[in-house]
């Protein structure tokens, strides 16, 4: 059963303290700025990753108040059609872009070695990630699916599994205790959105984007080494070598490149969003850890205390 | 004779560098030695073997190799070395106060602030594995507190099998730290340690030379800037040598004749393991049991434990030192700071710049 839920409690209230299992739930816009103060980490491991997966979400909760960091975690060293070195660098300089276009506060690039991160060690990438969720004091994380079928890229399981061990040692004290030497504090991260990258994997959450559907088309775009982001200006050029046009695309190269991505790169936002009678739509696998304000033994000693 | 001219070398250069001063009398111990080796005269030695006391099985090393450049390094008054940062670096408790504790305490009464980072959990020694790990973490703290350290840190991997942690992880700890303290000398494990049996110790001497060079690197871990950490400039480096297989390149030997109570104090505080701890407290009940005593421990525990961790495991670094007419001695294979390369062109440029 799918239900629709506009979320009125902050803190989603204790019956749905843990969302990890059962219905898919549909998170819309909610008013004002309920997630001040909050800080949330998108961890991918390519350039396009987010803006493909998770671009509304992130804007969506940005406008909500979250603060938002973009973390990659390779070079991407294989995408963009040039040499290996120029790969590297036009990937990390669209990635600038794609940030500031979602609205993020800073970029963090980890520069893993594309394709390759299955042999790279899993503990000096955690520890790196340990390190940033404490220092930015991470709340959410937004990543890849640690346990999601179908991903024939090393570097996206990678990603998803580091992320969600961090995300838990990183609140633990005895885990490189010496950061405390920097006054950088144990943190925990409550809430992590799991990409819905791949047919199969599970979701249990749908992201209403469609107000923040310009944001994801504009990061898109700035994927132009990978992702498709200006196939519209391609096209453009190319039919008009051939002495046509195509409306659609406008009268320039930026509003070739952001129709062409409406038009031809959001089928599946559009398909995830209508079983719910939305524009526009991201899924997720949702899982909130934060702490209950009472646990169950408060409960019941507070029910069932008596004097001495 | 070849030897002499060696040593020749080794007297005119080991001038060279500050605070250090030349080997003033010839190396007599060892030159008796090599007349009893069996090496026919139309070799030099390459290696000089060291003879051991033989009441450590950690102490000296079989042999060094003897750079022509050696020198010793003296005290030096005041504090000469205030501002500057130490990182000793160790994989188990008893490894820098075997090996390097009297460099350690001579140095912060120098004017050094120190750290002492211990890279295991010391786990395989105790009577279970818990209490070994208890005891180690405290031997640890107290080792610091009697090389005069400021501040203890451990790593906690496991011990014995640190070949199978991920190296970089433990360098990228290392990096953290030397940026944090703002590390400008190490003291370490020589990761060349040849015949080392024990892989953590190379392990922590591989992790520690490559962090060094990378600390202060502006493209290894940057977001450790965006946090407000500075890049560390390690300086220099004095790799100490580990018994009873080693073979080591020595350049330094470290007079420290003031600071061998230093020493043996940083030894007794390792209870958990090595020959140190409470050795002669235990010898002297055993003693007392049979009705004999020993004047050399006096009458208490305290002093039985710190007389003979002085008497006997100190030995062999006081026959090190006495090759070098010192009371005590440990050798390194130092590694001072770099060559101001720029600055030597700059001023090579303003001294033969010509007028177009």
Redesign the interface.
């Known amino acids: 059963m799918n239900r629709t839920e506009n979320f009125r409690s902050p803190l989603l209230g204790t019956a749905m303290a843990r969302a990890d299992m059962g219905d898919t739930v549909v998170e819309t816009d909610r008013p004002g700025q309920p997630h001040r103060g909050k800080v949330f980490a998108a961890v991918h491991a390519h350039l396009d990753d987010v803006p493909r997966y998770a671009a509304g979400l992130c804007a969506k909760l940005i406008r909500e108040g979250y603060t938002g960091y973009l973390i990659r975690t390779t070079n991407d060293e294989k995408c963009g059609g040039q040499s290996t070195a120029q790969n590297i660098l036009r990937n990390e300089q669209e990635h600038f872009k794609v940030a500031a276009a979602i609205g993020c506060k800073d970029v963090f690039e980890l520069y893993y070695q594309n394709h390759e991160m299955d042999a790279v060690s899993s503990l000096d990438i955690r520890g790196r990630l340990i390190f940033l969720f404490r220092f930015l004091k991470v709340d959410t994380v937004i990543s890849f699916s640690p346990w999601g079928p179908g991903e024939e890229n090393p570097d996206h399981w990678v990603t998803g599994r580091v992320v969600e061990e961090a995300a838990w040692m990183s609140g633990m004290p005895n885990d490189f205790p010496e950061h405390m030497e920097a006054e950088i504090q144990v943190h925990s991260v409550g809430e992590r959105y799991y990409f819905h990258a791949q047919p199969g994997q599970a979701f249990n959450r749908v992201i209403d984007i469609g107000s923040h559907i310009e944001k994801k088309i504009a990061s898109l775009v700035e994927c132009r080494s990978q992702g498709g982001g200006n196939l519209g200006s391609l096209l453009r050029a190319r039919l008009a070598n051939e002495g046509k046009r195509l409306p659609l695309l406008g009268n320039d190269d930026r509003t070739a490149d952001r129709e062409y991505v409406r038009q031809f790169l959001l089928d599946d936002e559009r398909e995830y969003a209508q079983a719910h009678n939305l524009a526009f739509a991201e899924r997720f696998y949702y899982i909130d850890q934060r702490q209950l304000a009472k646990s169950k033994v408060d409960e019941y000693v507070e029910k069932n205390v008596v004097p001495l | 004779m070849r030897r002499r001219g060696f040593l020749g070398r080794f007297m005119t250069t080991g001038m060279a560098l500050s605070g250090t001063a030349a080997l003033p009398t010839p190396l007599t111990a060892q030159e008796a030695q090599a007349q009893r080796a069996n090496l026919p005269t139309r070799f030099t030695p390459a290696a000089y073997a060291n003879p051991p006391s033989k009441f450590n099985p950690f102490a000296t090393p079989d042999y060094y190799t003897y750079a022509d450049d050696l020198a010793i390094e003296r005290n030096q008054p005041g504090k000469p070395h205030q501002g500057k940062v130490l990182a000793a670096i160790q994989a188990h408790s008893d490894d820098i106060p075997l090996f390097a504790g009297g460099l350690v305490a001579k140095l912060v009464d120098e004017g050094y602030t120190g750290y002492l980072i211990r890279i295991s959990n010391d786990e395989s020694a105790g009577r279970t594995l818990g209490h070994g790990v208890v005891q180690n973490e405290i031997d640890n703290q107290e080792v610091a507190r009697a090389l005069g350290c400021k501040k203890a840190?451990s790593f906690y991997y496991r011990n014995h099998r640190m070949d199978d942690?991920?190296e970089?992880?433990i360098r990228?700890?290392l990096i953290?730290?030397f940026r944090?303290?703002q590390v400008t000398t190490i003291v370490a494990m020589d990761p060349y340690n040849h015949y080392d049996e024990n892989p953590d110790h190379l392990v922590a001497g591989r992790a520690a030379e490559a962090a060094c060079w990378m600390a202060g690197g502006p493209k290894d871990?940057?977001?450790?800037y965006?946090?407000?950490?500075k890049p560390a400039r390690i300086r220099e480096k004095y790799y100490h040598a580990r018994s009873p297989q080693g073979h080591n390149l020595v350049n330094r030997i470290v007079d420290i004749s003031s600071y061998i109570d230093h020493k043996t104090r940083g030894n007794v505080a390792n209870q958990g393991k090595g020959p140190a701890g409470s050795s002669g407290s235990r010898l002297r009940d055993e003693l007392s049991k049979r009705g004999k005593r020993l004047p050399l421990l006096g009458n208490d525990h305290d002093t039985a434990d710190f007389q003979y961790v002085k008497h006997f495991l100190m030995d062999d670094w006081r026959i090190l030192g006495e090759k070098f007419g010192l009371g005590y001695g440990e050798a390194f294979r130092y590694i001072g700071p770099a060559p101001d390369y720029r600055g030597n062109i700059s001023r090579y440029v303003d001294q033969h710049s010509v007028p177009l």
């Open positions: 840190f942690c991920a970089i992880e990228a700890r953290f730290l944090v303290l871990y940057p977001e450790h965006k946090a407000g950490l």
